[in-house]
């Protein structure tokens, strides 16, 4: 009899540990999608915050260039 339950003890740990697997794989999955997502964004932010940074620049010199720009004109 002991080795019957023996049997059905290996069995189960072997059932528990394919689902702690499938769980790892699932939130490694979900991780993986997670930083993705944070590197688009980031990427995107960092797009726009180089263009901001081009915006100011171009500004300053053509005011350095033609003075500011006067809105009653």
Do not use: F, H
Not at 32 to 59: N, P
Request: charged share 40%; with cysteine; hydrophobic share 35%.
């Amino acid at each position: 009899m002991w080795v019957e339950d023996w049997r059905k003890a290996c069995i189960g740990a072997n059932a528990s540990t394919e689902e702690q697997q499938r769980q790892t794989r699932q939130g490694v999955k979900a991780e993986r999608q997670q930083v993705k997502k944070l590197q688009r964004e980031l990427k995107y932010k960092d797009k726009a915050l180089t263009e901001t940074a081009a915006l100011l620049t171009l500004s300053k010199k053509a005011k350095a260039i033609w003075g500011p720009k006067d809105e009653d004109e």
